[in-house]
């Protein structure tokens, strides 16, 4: 008599199954780094930080003494706060941010003497200029729209970067912006770059400059300077409160000779030294050197070549909470690169090769032992 069809055991469908398995954690391993994460390799649409940095013994022009016989300098303390949040267009090729920039005096120094900023001093009673004693010493808007991989402006389509240095005015367009300013791109590479500074509207040479530590953290240096430029030209705009042309007599420059007005003209220039988690871009720490003076135009008769008035001089260092902050905010934005990236395809890159072979074993038993052979040949003569 015939016997019927031999049933399928469940250990003739082990080494199948296992093939199967181990195939699929194979293809799990490859296309982890490759398709999930690249999407974590971009800005994130939820960017949302803060800055804070300091600088102490900075000089700064006292704006009440524009009402006075003869310019003022004070020494202050001041805080250069900035906050960077991901605003609208943004989508998932680009982001835009909007950074808010304000610099603070906590306290002046005027005639060897501390005091509040906004306490009355000589000028501030003049109620015909605009108000001078106030904590606020420059104040600048910037709005950009990256691509989110590279990190670079992206102005076509509803992209565009403008820059608003008084509140009371339009913002500046800026149509031809490159190079990096807030953030680097996710693996940044150890090279020369480029950085946009939004004071001047200038793009500059971003220097790689080896290797440095913040809060444990091996991180990248680069540096830019910012050359002198005259904030005067055309349609530049500046903060609230500030003049780019100050028109006054030569007496209050502290000129001496006859009695005639001078016109001077603010000048900047700079410099950034940044510190860069080049795995995801992250500014951890930052020196921001900053000379803002006003000068004459090149052939004034009677004024000294070298004339300087100072508007504001000043070091500013993130504190060191902002280095933690930042610092934290780099590893939170690596640990899913790291878990996705390569921990997880390790494991199961792992388990995948070792499903293969126990499926291929399972499928073909010469493979196994001799004793193991004959453990599977009883049990599958049992089951028959």
């Given at each position: 008599m015939q016997s019927g069809p031999r049933r399928w055991s469940a250990a003739d469908l082990a080494g199948p199954t296992l093939i199967f398995v181990g195939s699929f954690l194979i293809a799990v391993t490859i296309a982890l780094p490759t398709l999930l994460v690249g999407n974590f390799r971009e800005i994130p649409l939820s960017t949302d930080f803060t800055t804070v940095a300091t600088a102490e013994d900075a000089t700064v022009l006292d704006r009440c003494s524009l009402a006075t016989p003869r310019a003022r300098t004070a020494g202050a303390d001041l805080v250069r706060q900035q906050r960077v949040v991901a605003v609208q267009p943004s989508d998932s090729h680009r982001v835009t941010l909007q950074a808010g920039t304000s610099v603070q005096a906590e306290t002046l120094k005027i005639d060897d003497r501390e005091v509040d900023p906004e306490d009355p001093r000589p000028g501030s009673e003049d109620e015909s200029a605009q108000p001078c004693n106030e904590a606020t010493i420059d104040a600048i808007k910037d709005r950009v729209t990256l691509d989110r991989e590279t990190a670079e402006p992206q102005l076509s389509s509803r992209g565009a970067s403008e820059i608003q240095y008084d509140s009371d005015q339009a913002p500046v367009l800026v149509p031809d912006r490159r190079g990096f300013t807030y953030l680097l791109p996710f693996d940044t590479s150890l090279s020369d770059h480029e950085f946009f500074d939004p004071v001047t509207r200038t793009t500059v040479p971003l220097a790689y400059d080896?290797?440095?530590?913040?809060?444990?953290?091996?991180?990248?240096?680069?540096?830019?300077?910012?050359?002198?430029?005259?904030?005067?030209?055309?349609?530049?705009?500046?903060?609230?409160?500030?003049?780019?042309?100050?028109?006054?007599?030569?007496?209050?420059?502290?000129?001496?000779?006859?009695?005639?007005?001078?016109?001077?003209?603010?000048?900047?220039?700079?410099?950034?030294?940044?510190?860069?988690?080049?795995?995801?871009g992250t500014i951890v720490d930052a020196t921001i050197v900053v000379d803002e003076f006003y000068a004459f135009p090149d052939g004034t008769t009677g004024v000294p070549a070298d004339?300087?008035?100072?508007?504001?001089?000043?070091?500013?260092?993130?504190?060191?909470?902002t280095q933690s902050e930042m610092t934290r905010l780099a590893s939170d934005l690596a640990t899913p690169i790291t878990v996705w990236g390569r921990v997880v395809p390790i494991v199961t890159g792992v388990l995948g090769v070792l499903a293969l072979i126990a499926g291929a074993v399972l499928i073909n038993p010469a493979w196994l032992p001799e004793r193991w052979r004959r453990t599977a040949t009883g049990s599958a003569q049992h089951d028959a």
């Open positions: 080896g290797e440095t530590e913040v809060e444990g953290k091996t991180v990248a240096r680069f540096r830019a300077e910012v050359p002198e430029t005259d904030l005067a030209r055309e349609a530049l705009g500046r903060p609230v409160g500030t003049d780019v042309v100050i028109t006054r007599p030569a007496s209050w420059f502290g000129i001496d000779g006859p009695a005639r007005e001078l016109t001077a003209t603010l000048r900047h220039k700079g410099s950034w030294d940044l510190a860069v988690d080049a795995t995801t004339y300087r008035l100072p508007h504001l001089q000043a070091t500013f260092a993130y504190d060191e909470q």
